[in-house]
């Protein structure tokens, strides 16, 4: 065994996998700072705790305001920014590596858009609560993703015509949702406004159970799946070679990123940015051949929790939502890739 690589289990036994010291490193220093971040999230706002009443809040005592704040509202928030932040790295992992596309990202492909217009539909024609917009915005980004995926669909799915078909959808649902919000009053387009803008403020642990229940579960399905879709990068000429079902295996993968996808817009609104630039952060930090999906995962909920720490610490007590700060910051990004993706 080399130096540079870990071997987890035993040779040839059920649970054996080849690790490169690296990627473990990176997955610790991600892990460490993403703690580090929600422990100041914790501890810092319009309330400043010490280390020390940080510590008895956590463990129910102390005065009943602090321990309220602390595990009542600045916990939940910081719970599902990490949960949330991982699903919507995974996601855009699957779907850069599946089709081979580093500009393969649900938000620019157009799902976070059909979910934004499901949640549109059921606040301004059925004036629905958080529940109802949630589920809403879960049926549009599966419906959006649908009519991607059969548009695209050509005795297969070619990654360049995914994405093409994709940002043509996204753009007609843009425009049906400027619509709803212009034909709606002024208190549902403001509420729709605020959702679209994708948010962490107001989430409690009811409203996140859903995400805390099934974005686990999922990760832990499509991470279980990861040599697959490691097989699949090779081409799926040697994927087939190899005993892999890859029409199968990509349609399997995929809609599990979807589900991420939907389940955190559907929680937060939608959140850009994060499924881009994730899986390429992780890959540069590791120096792996492909996106990895569980360094994708860490760098997701290190980057949104960031990112809401900057959202409520960084404007001088003016609080914005963290949709704001990651498109301003993933607008940039882009652009970027898009000068490198043409040079190219």
């Not at 080399?2 to 035993?10: F, M, N």
């Not at 991607?148 to 940002?167: D, N, P, S, T």
Request: charged share 10%; no cysteine.
């Amino acid at each position: 065994m080399s130096d540079s690589v870990v071997l987890i289990g035993r040779r040839g036994g059920p649970l054996s996998l080849r690790l490169s010291r690296r990627v473990l490193w990176v997955n610790f220093i991600l892990l460490l700072l993403a703690l580090l971040t929600g422990l100041f999230a914790l501890a810092h706002g319009t309330l400043t705790v010490t280390p020390g009443q940080l510590w008895q809040a956590l463990q129910g005592e102390g005065p009943r305001g602090v321990v309220t704040v602390i595990t009542q509202w600045r916990a939940p928030r910081v719970v599902l920014a990490l949960v949330l932040g991982a699903a919507l790295g995974v996601s855009g992992a699957i779907f850069q590596s599946a089709i081979r596309n580093p500009l393969g990202s649900p938000d620019v492909i157009g799902f976070n858009t059909g979910a934004y217009t499901g949640a549109l539909v059921a606040i301004v024609l059925f004036n629905g609560g958080f529940y109802q917009t949630a589920f809403g915005a879960l049926l549009g980004g599966i419906a959006a993703a649908a009519l991607v995926w059969l548009l695209a669909w050509r005795q297969g799915i070619a990654g360049f015509r995914l994405i093409i078909v994709g940002i043509g959808v996204g753009a007609v649902l843009s425009a049906l949702n400027t619509w709803l919000i212009i034909s709606a009053s002024l208190e549902k387009a403001m509420s729709a406004a605020l959702w679209g803008a994708g948010t962490l403020n107001g989430l409690t642990w009811a409203k996140g159970q859903p995400a805390l229940l099934v974005v686990p579960l999922t990760l832990v399905a499509v991470l279980l799946a990861g040599r697959r879709l490691q097989l699949m990068e090779m081409g799926d000429d040697s994927a087939r070679a190899l005993g892999i079902n890859t029409g199968r295996s990509r349609l399997q993968l995929m809609f599990g990123a979807i589900v991420l996808t939907a389940v955190a817009t559907a929680t937060a609104g939608p959140i850009a940015f994060i499924a881009l630039a994730a899986p390429q952060i992780a890959r540069r930090l590791t120096a792996a051949p492909g996106v990895p999906l569980f360094s994708a995962a860490t760098t997701g909920a290190l980057l949104l929790l960031l990112a809401d720490a900057l959202a409520q610490q960084g404007f001088n007590g003016i609080q914005l939502p963290v949709g704001a700060v990651t498109v301003s910051i993933g607008g940039l990004y882009l652009i970027g890739l898009l000068i490198r993706e043409s040079r190219r």
